[in-house]
């Protein structure tokens, strides 16, 4: 009934150990840097948010055997599909 969401970041409830680590550029735009455990998926993430819009810009997680890195651009671009 909820459709597909990615990503879906819904840690409010599920994360432990919150830290604000400071602020950092990423790609111009100044954000603060916020680490937590999540405690669902037992991994350590870090976001770099935007302090003026709030957008997440970068994810960092690392989890036992798992390491995954993402950034996050073009916020409400409208999406473009080319049929093949």
Sequence with gaps: PEGYK???YSFAKTAAEVTLLGREDVEGVNCWVITFLDTTADARLTLWIGVDD???RQQRMFAVG???????SDFNVPIEIKVP
Aim: hydrophobic share 40%.
């Design 66 to 72: 798992h390491y995954m890195q993402s950034r996050f």
């Design 6 to 8: 990615w990503p879906d």
């Design 54 to 56: 709030s957008l997440i």
